[in-house]
């Protein structure tokens, strides 16, 4: 099986996606308040970001891309 980066780039994104439970994926609810989804996405965006901050980043991770001047 051949597999090319961009596929592969695609297979290891959606890993994670796949890991979430249902109430992670719990879509927004229809009838809510535009100040109701505002609080419930900033919720999911803390939660996300509490997540993602206990999760180790060695130092020697190189950025996805590079300034030059």
Same mark, same amino acid.
């Given at each position: 099986?051949?597999v ?8 290891? !994104? =959606?890993?994670? *996606?796949?890991?979430? +439970?249902?109430?992670?994926? $719990? @879509? ?5 308040t ?6 419930? !996405? =900033?919720?999911? *965006?803390?939660?996300? +970001?509490?997540?993602?901050? $206990? @999760? ?12 030059k001047?």
């Amino acid at each position: 099986m051949k597999v090319t980066r961009r596929q592969l780039a695609a297979l290891l !994104a =959606s890993a994670p *996606l796949a890991a979430q +439970t249902a109430d992670q994926l $719990k @879509l927004v609810p229809q009838g809510e308040t535009p100040a109701e989804e505002l609080k419930a !996405a =900033s919720d999911r *965006l803390r939660r996300n +970001t509490e997540t993602l901050s $206990k @999760l180790p980043v060695p130092m020697a991770t190189e950025p996805a891309f590079s300034f030059k001047p």
